[in-house]
């Protein structure tokens, strides 16, 4: 398809004036008449000259996977084939689910006149940055040649087909491991409490350092060597960790640009990188129904040690999203208990609320009798900001009345939870990982599990 440019738009301005010119002064009629055949001899040839160039083919290239909300670039290689130069306008049919920077691109290729090779290329690059998590599709790349007169603009769709995977953002991994490595958890507001008397693991005997208690001395050792020797435990290693994920409509709530679920996977993924470190096995198993690409019935990652289980992970859970569904507790639970026999520390990700008592705590129930439980529940930021509002009017005084109404059955459900003595956090998105990490760590160190 041929598109006329701007030029071409003026020539014919320029005729049609010509043409009015020539309706006020006959003498101009002849002009105006060769004007016109010029113009269209001059635009078909153009054109032709343009219709007979020899093909540009090109490449993209990107990332096997990129992360959620990270800009990533996108490189796109042209090659121009013909021998003469060319200027192109480059359209990349990017996905709906990334956000572009940078495009259109205008770009020229030499031609096989100035290059002795004949094969010329030239690479351009713009900028992406994903919105939604799942495999994301470049199906096409839309170019437009300039003609040599500059008159006409030929479009053409190049079959250059990608496609890439949409993480969770894994950089917080990664930023993880170094913290770590320098033990410097500290600095995320992970504490790491000082262990106090026995139930641990023994790790290794070593001197005595401030702050030891008694009952670590190792008296035979610190006879044989004359000074005081304490034995140092470890946390129980080998264990196991599983989340059982809600992928429920609650989880669409947004305080910030990620929903309650992508907060929820992230900090999945840095406590189970924490958990790998400790030697413990970690899976996941999800309820309440997803869409993706693996869409239709929960997804179960059964515990597995090493590095290699978050890749594992990431690629289990990249592209779930949130379906529609109100979370089937007991249903899950049963589902788990089948799945799994082993104890474990069983951590429930949802966002609960005063009406799920009756389906929760039964739930809860059943897998408290083989597993240790942890309910982790995220809870809306908006509601606290609500209450900070000053009140106008009645409507404002019904309004604030019925949240602090909710907020106070929300609360009586917890309570309920802990009479039961069922381990629990009820943290805002922003402060969910840090909460789940320290409870995990505590959960270590008191041997509970």
């Given at each position: 398809m041929f598109i006329p440019t701007h030029r071409l738009l003026l020539l014919i301005m320029a005729i049609a004036m010509l043409g009015l010119i020539s309706s006020f002064w006959p003498a101009m009629l002849i002009v105006w008449q060769i004007s016109i055949v010029l113009a269209v001899a001059i635009a078909v040839i153009d054109g032709s000259l343009l219709l007979l160039n020899k093909p540009v083919t090109a490449t993209r290239q990107l990332q096997g996977s990129i992360p959620l909300g990270v800009k990533r670039d996108v490189k796109i290689t042209l090659t121009n084939t013909d021998s003469k130069t060319q200027t192109i306008d480059i359209f990349d049919h990017f996905p709906l689910q990334v956000e572009a920077v940078g495009m259109p691109i205008t770009t020229s290729i030499s031609g096989s006149d100035n290059n002795d090779n004949g094969n010329n290329t030239a690479t351009v690059s713009y900028s992406i940055t994903a919105k939604e998590r799942g495999k994301i599709v470049f199906p096409a790349l839309q170019i437009r040649i300039l003609s040599k007169l500059e008159l006409w603009k030929r479009n053409?769709?190049?079959?250059?087909?990608?496609?890439?995977?949409?993480?969770?953002?894994?950089?917080?991994?990664?930023?993880?491991?170094?913290?770590?490595?320098?033990?410097?958890?500290?600095?995320?507001?992970?504490?790491?409490?000082?262990?106090?008397?026995?139930?641990?693991?023994?790790?290794?005997?070593?001197?005595y350092r401030d702050g030891d208690s008694l009952?670590?001395?190792?008296?035979?050792?610190?006879?044989?060597?004359?000074?005081?020797?304490?034995?140092?435990?470890?946390?129980?290693?080998?264990?196991?960790?599983?989340?059982?994920?809600?992928c429920g409509q609650r989880m669409t709530t947004k305080d910030d640009e990620l929903s309650h679920f992508d907060h929820t996977l992230n900090a999945m993924l840095l406590l189970s990188y924490v958990a790998l470190k400790q030697g413990d096995s970690v899976g996941l198993a999800t309820f309440s129904g997803q869409n993706g690409e693996k869409s239709g019935e929960a997804r179960w990652l059964s515990p597995k040690k090493g590095n290699h289980t978050i890749q594992h992970i990431l690629n289990t859970l990249y592209d779930l999203q949130p379906s529609d569904q109100s979370p089937d507790y007991t249903q899950a639970a049963t589902d788990l208990l089948i799945r799994h026999k082993?104890?474990?520390?069983?951590?429930?990700?949802?966002?609960?609320?005063?009406?799920?008592?009756?389906?929760?705590?039964?739930a809860l129930k059943i897998l408290s009798k083989r597993h240790l439980v942890l309910l982790a529940s995220l809870r809306e930021e908006a509601l606290d900001k609500a209450l900070q509002k000053k009140i106008q009017d009645l409507p404002d005084a019904i309004r604030i009345a019925a949240l602090h109404r909710y907020l106070?059955?929300?609360?009586?459900?917890?309570?309920a939870l802990q009479n039961n003595k069922v381990l629990n956090v009820d943290v805002s998105p922003n402060n969910l990982t840090i909460e789940l990490i320290n409870s995990y760590l505590n959960i270590k160190r008191s041997g509970l599990l």
């Open positions: 053409q769709y190049l079959d250059v087909y990608n496609e890439t995977r949409v993480y969770p953002n894994f950089a917080a991994v990664a930023h993880m491991a170094l913290l770590a490595t320098d033990n410097r958890l500290s600095q995320l507001g992970i504490m790491k409490k000082r262990r106090r008397g026995e139930g641990q693991d023994f790790h290794q005997l070593r001197e009952r670590q001395i190792d008296w035979k050792a610190t006879s044989r060597t004359r000074k005081l020797i304490s034995r140092e435990y470890q946390d129980e290693r080998d264990q196991e960790v599983i989340f059982l994920l809600d082993k104890r474990a520390l069983v951590i429930v990700l949802t966002n609960i609320r005063d009406e799920d008592s009756e389906d929760l705590s039964p106070q059955q929300r609360q009586s459900t917890f309570k």
